[in-house]
Each structure stands twice: as structure tokens, then as C-alpha cells.
């Protein structure tokens, strides 16, 4: 089992900033691959990006790509998305999963067996 606790949701002007955090806990060396999805009103849920435990590596979705970057801190068993230019579109709520394996630019939902419970982002014009 793993437990995914997301935070740092708020609300934002459009041009500002924010940073979104998920703890990990549990068997977290079972799930090396984290990914940020998010969901607007409406809408159906969006891959945003992941990223690697181990390696490192990353990848984003075009809408996000130059503006948002995810990281990790293993020690802390913390995965953070560091959101900047926020527009209004970027209005969602935000998940974070785990993925048995790190799959770069192929990220279907069903992938991600852990979620979280979601952290709301509302960017206002």
C-alpha cells in the first residue's frame, strides 16, 4: 500500500505562483514513478508530468511544459510541482499518483494504481 497526501493548493492571480507537494508513505520503493494529473470542472482528468524516483527523469505535457517543474526530495519521500505563470486555465484540481514503473511520455490514468486526494488550484483573471 501507499499513501499519497497532496498540498499547497490555493488561490492564485493569473501570473503568480504556486507549489504543490505530495508525501509518500508506505511501500513507497514499490511505485518508482510519481505523476501530477489534474482535473477541471467539466472536463476529464489530465496527465501534467512525472518524474522518477530514482533517475530523475521528467517529462510534461504541452500545456505546462517551460512554466511548471516537478522535482523530488527522496529523503523526504516528497514529491513538489512547482507551478509558475499560472493562467486561468491552469484552475483545477490537482492529484498526484503512483505508477509501478517510470513510463516517460505514455501516461494512461490506468497506469497510476495510487492517488491521492486532490488539492485545489484556482487562478483568478
Known amino acids: 500500500q501507499v499513501q499519497l497526501v497532496e498540498s499547497g493548493g490555493g488561490l492564485v492571480q493569473a501570473g503568480g505562483s504556486l507549489r504543490l507537494s505530495c508525501a509518500a508513505s508506505?511501500?513507497?520503493?514499490?511505485?518508482?514513478?510519481m505523476g501530477w494529473f489534474r482535473q477541471a470542472p467539466g472536463k476529464d482528468r489530465e496527465f501534467v508530468a512525472n518524474?522518477?524516483?530514482?533517475?530523475?527523469?521528467?517529462y510534461y505535457a504541452d500545456s505546462v511544459k517551460g512554466r511548471f517543474t516537478i522535482s523530488r526530495d527522496n529523503a523526504k519521500n516528497t514529491v513538489y510541482l512547482q507551478m509558475n505563470n499560472l493562467k486561468p486555465e491552469d484552475t483545477a484540481v490537482y492529484y498526484c499518483?503512483?505508477?509501478?514503473?517510470?513510463?516517460?511520455?505514455?501516461?494512461?490514468?490506468?497506469?497510476?494504481?495510487?492517488w491521492g486526494q486532490g488539492t485545489q488550484v484556482t487562478v483568478s483573471s
Open positions: 499518483a503512483a505508477a509501478p514503473y517510470y513510463s516517460g511520455s505514455y501516461n494512461p490514468q490506468r497506469l497510476y494504481d495510487y
Open positions: 518524474i522518477h524516483w530514482g533517475g530523475g527523469s521528467t
Open positions: 508506505g511501500r513507497t520503493a514499490t511505485r518508482p514513478a
